[in-house]
């Protein structure tokens, strides 16, 4: 199992970017998701506990359960269902107030099984396109949170 971590500081308000990533149909504002849907709405919110996100990326197709939820601080996800398969043990997103703005941290733990060499796979192919795709997603975020900031009296 590998371990992807990307981390960003977006110059904006903790809830304003804690409702954005987990909103996950905004992550078609980045070129690497062609579409993202809530398929089945959480407990106590859209996108809380029992959630069910379902997303076609350039690099695959996703079916992710929200796990845990805690508004605006941290969610968790694993993913039920993917193709290409992978085994997924843990994604969560951690938001914590900077003078900034707010420090997104975007942790996966995940397999790609392969017939031979699966950690190989993972970490030389699977890590660094994950990494690729959290980055694009989270630049995302940030245009879409500081020019909003931006154009708000």
């Given at each position: 199992?590998?371990?992807?971590?990307?981390?960003?500081?977006?110059?904006?308000p903790i809830a304003d970017v804690f409702d954005w990533c987990a909103?996950?149909?905004?992550?078609?504002?980045?070129?690497?998701?062609?579409?993202?849907?809530?398929?089945?709405?959480?407990?106590?919110?859209?996108?809380?506990?029992?959630?069910?996100?379902?997303?076609?990326?350039?690099?695959?197709?996703?079916?992710?359960?929200?796990?845990?939820?805690?508004?605006?601080?941290?969610?968790?996800?694993?993913?039920?269902?993917?193709?290409?398969?992978?085994?997924?043990?843990?994604?969560?997103?951690?938001?914590?107030?900077?003078?900034?703005?707010?420090?997104?941290?975007?942790?996966?733990?995940?397999?790609?099984?392969?017939?031979?060499?699966?950690?190989?796979?993972?970490?030389?192919?699977?890590?660094?396109?994950?990494?690729?795709?959290?980055?694009?997603?989270?630049?995302?975020?940030?245009?879409?949170?500081?020019?909003?900031?931006?154009?708000?009296?």
């Amino acid at each position: 199992m590998e371990t992807v971590t990307v981390r960003r500081v977006i110059a904006a308000p903790i809830a304003d970017v804690f409702d954005w990533c987990a909103t996950s149909t905004n992550y078609t504002r980045s070129p690497f998701v062609l579409k993202a849907r809530l398929a089945r709405p959480g407990a106590g919110a859209p996108y809380g506990v029992g959630a069910v996100r379902l997303h076609t990326w350039l690099i695959g197709w996703f079916r992710e359960r929200i796990t845990a939820y805690n508004a605006p601080y941290d969610f968790d996800y694993v993913v039920d269902r993917s193709f290409p398969p992978a085994r997924h043990e843990l994604g969560r997103m951690t938001f914590t107030e900077v003078a900034e703005g707010t420090l997104v941290v975007w942790t996966t733990i995940c397999q790609i099984p392969a017939p031979f060499g699966a950690d190989a796979v993972t970490r030389v192919l699977v890590k660094p396109v994950l990494t690729h795709v959290f980055g694009a997603i989270l630049d995302a975020a940030d245009a879409a949170l500081t020019t909003n900031r931006a154009r708000r009296p």
